[in-house]
Nanobody, 129 residues
Framework: ELQLVESGGGLVQAGGSLRLSCVAS????????IGWFRQAPGKEREGVSC????????YYADSVKGRFTVSSDNAKNTVYLQMNSLKPEDTAVYYC??????????????????????WGRGTRVAVSS
């Protein structure tokens, strides 16, 4: 069964850090494209980052550039999202998503939900001011 499971969310003060994990099962990381999305209360889900096995560098939303870093550990079938200098506006449920059997992030659609076909259930991040 193909599955993505997120973890690492929690409550943190503004300026703090968290590292989210996304563990994939049912498929290998030989070829992968994993995106991170977030959905704040009352808002639409938005793309945060995308990393793949073939892109030379990850993609980031402007709102998180310089603060968030995405990485992968192929041996563990895991993608991480290191979040530093967190702000209250980063409060959201964070989801990872995959484009199954594809080795590159969708070039112009990496931040669009329809580009992904497998989703985790999310992990909640709350940043207090």
């Amino acid at each position: 069964e193909l599955q993505l499971v997120e973890s690492g969310g929690g409550l943190v003060q503004a300026g703090g850090s968290l590292r989210l994990s996304c563990v994939a099962s049912g498929f290998t990381f030989d070829d992968f494209a994993i995106g991170w999305f977030r959905q704040a209360p009352g808002k639409e889900r938005e793309g945060v980052s995308c990393i793949s096995s073939s892109d030379s560098r990850p993609y980031y939303a402007d709102s998180v550039k310089g603060r968030f870093t995405v990485s992968s550990d192929n041996a563990k079938n895991t993608v991480y999202l290191q979040m530093n200098s967190l702000k209250p506006e980063d409060t959201a449920v964070y989801y990872c998503a995959s484009v199954v059997a594809v080795s590159a992030c969708p070039k112009t659609a990496w931040a669009m939900m329809p580009a992904y076909d497998l989703w985790g259930r999310g992990t909640r991040v709350a940043v207090s001011s």
